[in-house]
């Protein structure tokens, strides 16, 4: 890529374009495993401060968002363990920002109530199971670029996906039911 060799004969310019191109991608691979704009933003930061220092061992024989990806979910699985650790009680509850119950349609209120059960299942996955069920659901990732990117084999990629599924339908089933 000719961006990372670039920014390996000393020009700036190259990582800065290269931020530029894959720092959304990199905050929504973020955002949706750790949940708040402000983790995911220092999340992002990190992946490409750690892409910066790597960048140098880069090899070329990946695709540099392959490699980006996989920085991505790393740093985003780090922080989903420290945050855990960090938040393990948690007192407050999030205020709904649609508004009133009495300005909503029965419809908007229905899809925000299930909204917050499917985020709380997919919150209470083991993280291997999280960080599966979000390549695939979320990012629609073939399970061959999953097992490449995360060094696993298709079929324990599809095995963690299967029981995310199973758990995240058992969850949804008991709060609907209650």
């Known amino acids: ?11 700036v310019r190259g990582f800065n374009e290269l931020v530029r191109r894959y720092q959304q991608r990199v905050y929504w691979i973020a955002r949706r495993m750790i949940g708040t704009h402000e983790d995911a933003d220092d999340v992002t ?4 401060i750690r892409a910066h220092d790597g960048l140098k061992h880069f090899r070329s024989d990946a695709g540099f968002y392959t490699w980006l ?3 991505a979910v790393n740093v985003t699985l780090n ?3 420290k945050k855990r650790i960090k938040d393990f009680v948690n007192f407050q509850e999030v205020e709904d ?3 009133s119950p009495d300005e909503r349609t029965d419809g908007a209120l229905l899809q925000s109530e299930f909204d917050k059960i499917l985020d709380k299942a997919i919150d209470g996955l083991p993280p291997k199971q999280k960080m599966v069920f979000m390549m695939r659901y979320y990012d629609e990732l073939p399970y061959e670029e999953m097992a490449a990117l995360l060094h696993k084999s298709v079929g324990g990629l599809k095995a963690n996906y299967f029981f995310a599924l199973k758990k995240i339908q058992e969850y949804v089933r008991r709060e609907v039911d209650k």
């Open 97 to 99: 920002t649609l508004g």
């Open 1 to 11: 890529m000719e961006l990372v060799a670039d920014f390996r004969s000393g020009d």
């Open 45 to 48: 930061q990190d992946v490409f």
């Open 69 to 71: 990806y996989r920085i």
């Open 79 to 81: 922080a989903v363990r």
